[in-house]
């Protein structure tokens, strides 16, 4: 089992920025990657970013490039999103996801709110 924990999101300006985490536990080590989804209020989830576990390859939604910078801290088993130049359509729950062999697993979410 895989347990994801977000935390960094909050409330912004528009042209801020911020810095999200996401904590894994459990059985970490047969992750194939990692990653950021969104939704926003009456929308579907929607991808923004993905990092493999092994070699740092990433994947961005098209929505967010040049703009986030998916990372990871191995020893920490934490995955980050680095937010920049934020637009109030960046305004969702943003959660973590981790794809290993056996399921998908996803954290709780966090809020981030950028304003006008």
């Known amino acids: 089992q895989v347990q994801l924990v977000e935390s960094g999101g909050g409330l912004v300006q528009a042209g801020g920025s911020l810095r999200l985490s996401c904590a894994a536990s459990g059985r970490t080590f047969s992750t194939y990657a990692m990653g950021w989804f969104r939704q926003a209020p009456g929308k579907g989830r929607e991808f923004v970013a993905v990092?493999?576990?092994?070699?740092?390859?990433?994947y961005y939604a098209n929505a967010v490039k040049g703009r986030f910078t998916i990372a990871r801290d191995t020893a920490k088993n934490t995955v980050f999103l680095q937010m920049n130049s934020l637009k109030p359509d960046d305004t969702a729950v943003y959660y973590c996801?981790?794809?290993?062999?056996?399921?998908?697993?996803w954290g709780q979410g966090t809020q981030v709110t950028v304003s006008s």
């Open positions: 996801h981790a794809d290993t062999p056996g399921k998908d697993y």
């Open positions: 990092i493999r576990w092994s070699g740092d390859s990433t």
